[in-house]
């Protein structure tokens, strides 16, 4: 299973950032697909999660700005980033879990390689 962000950058603070991840390979089932980032200096932290359901989860710090999707078809999760703040640089990793096929069926914790955004002040 294969994961690839995109859709990060440099911007001012107040502007807008929408990040896309699609996974590729062998899935059975999405479990639940997320955001996490990780700072400088500092642990990566969840940003945003979304199950195959529909049910989201939102870090406090990011509630009210960031809306988490999913397209379960597509098997690709986004996050829409409104009003950045320069706290909120940082590289993204895209997260799934799910079930997936390789010789019998598996569940497995994939990540992405991570995109950076960069927000000014």
């Known amino acids: 299973v294969q994961l690839q962000a995109s859709g990060g950058g440099l911007v001012q603070a107040g502007r807008s950032l929408r990040l896309s991840c699609a996974a590729s390979?062998?899935?059975?089932?999405?479990?639940?697909m997320g955001w996490y980032r990780q700072a400088p200096g500092k642990e990566r932290e969840l940003v945003a999660t979304?199950?195959?359901?529909?049910?989201?989860n939102y870090a406090d710090s990011v509630k009210g700005r960031f809306t988490i999707s999913a397209d379960n078809a597509k098997n690709t999760v986004y996050l829409e980033m409104n009003d950045l703040k320069p706290e909120d640089t940082a590289v993204y990793y895209c997260?799934?879990?799910?079930?997936?096929?390789?010789?019998?069926?598996?569940?497995?914790?994939?990540w992405g390689q991570g995109t950076q955004v960069t927000v000014s002040s």
């Open positions: 997260n799934i879990v799910c079930t997936y096929r390789r010789l019998v069926q598996r569940v497995g914790n994939f």
């Open positions: 390979g062998s899935i059975v089932r999405i479990t639940v």
């Open positions: 979304v199950t195959s359901g529909g049910s989201t």
